[in-house]
């Protein structure tokens, strides 16, 4: 596809349960960056891959929350033992990170809304 | 410490008038600035990217200035239509720091007709 994807594009869950969420990048993206957005909230960022560079995890919020990136490419968001405050949308952008100006526009994906009831 | 602020939170204007999104920041040392476009239920959507030595970039009815000495950039949209409602978001990254793109909490715009 042209633009980024994600999966799922809601997930429901009970407190305590591990959820993952899916990103698939624009082909050719070096960075990858992952946000969450609470309802009427600005974005947060949670953390972010450029190529094989250890990933810039300084937004995490606790140590329930984690992320891989496989080949370069498709990227995971894992959440532990959710908590209802973890509700809200999960955004994933790419960019292709490369030289010039450009290299910092974004490519949002639809979101995950998450629930945690 | 490095901000983002908007204004106004919210609007509320007619279809085919013009208005003006405003945003302040702090962030330092500056690399570059955006504006987005969300609309409800969606991801963000680029508009225009400045760098410090630009001060103006158009995008069709959308044109975004930028004062690197008072740290302001403002939005303009001219004969608005009932698309255009939607959140506008104001980014600034930091010089460098890829990873250190401070968001704003956005304005949100209704074109009513």
């Known amino acids: 596809g042209a633009g980024v994807s994600q999966s799922p594009s809601n997930k429901v869950t009970e407190k305590g349960k591990d959820v993952e969420l899916r990103c698939d990048p624009i082909?050719?993206?070096?960075?990858l960056y992952w946000y969450r957005q609470s309802l009427g909230q600005g974005l947060e960022f949670l953390i972010y891959?450029?190529?094989?560079?250890?990933?810039?995890k300084s937004g995490l919020p606790s140590d329930r929350f984690s992320a891989e990136r496989t080949g370069g490419s498709v990227s995971t968001l894992t959440i532990q033992r959710t908590q209802q405050e973890d509700s809200a949308v999960y955004l994933c952008?790419?960019?292709?990170?490369?030289?010039?100006?450009?290299?910092?526009?974004?490519?949002f994906g639809p979101g995950t809304r998450l629930l945690v009831l | 410490k490095n901000q983002v602020e908007q204004s106004p939170q919210s609007l509320i204007i007619l279809e085919g008038k013009n208005c003006t999104l405003q945003?302040?920041?702090?962030?330092?040392?500056?690399?570059?600035l955006r504006w987005y476009k969300q609309d409800t239920g969606r991801g963000p959507v680029s508009l225009t990217i400045?760098?410090?030595?630009?001060n103006t970039k158009s995008n069709g009815r959308y044109t975004a200035t930028l004062d690197a000495d008072t740290k302001q950039s403002s939005l303009h949209i001219t004969a608005s239509q009932l698309s255009d409602s939607a959140s506008y978001i104001c980014?600034?990254?930091?010089?460098?720091?890829?990873?250190?793109?401070?968001f704003g909490s956005g304005t949100r715009l209704s074109i009513r007709p």
């Open positions: 980014v600034v990254t930091r010089y460098s720091s890829a990873s250190k793109i401070i």
């Open positions: 952008a790419s960019s292709p990170g490369r030289t010039g100006v450009l290299r910092w526009t974004q490519y």
């Open positions: 891959f450029q190529g094989n560079s250890a990933p810039d």
């Open positions: 400045m760098t410090f030595s630009e």
């Open positions: 082909s050719g993206h070096t960075a």
């Open positions: 945003c302040n920041y702090t962030v330092s040392p500056f690399s570059n």
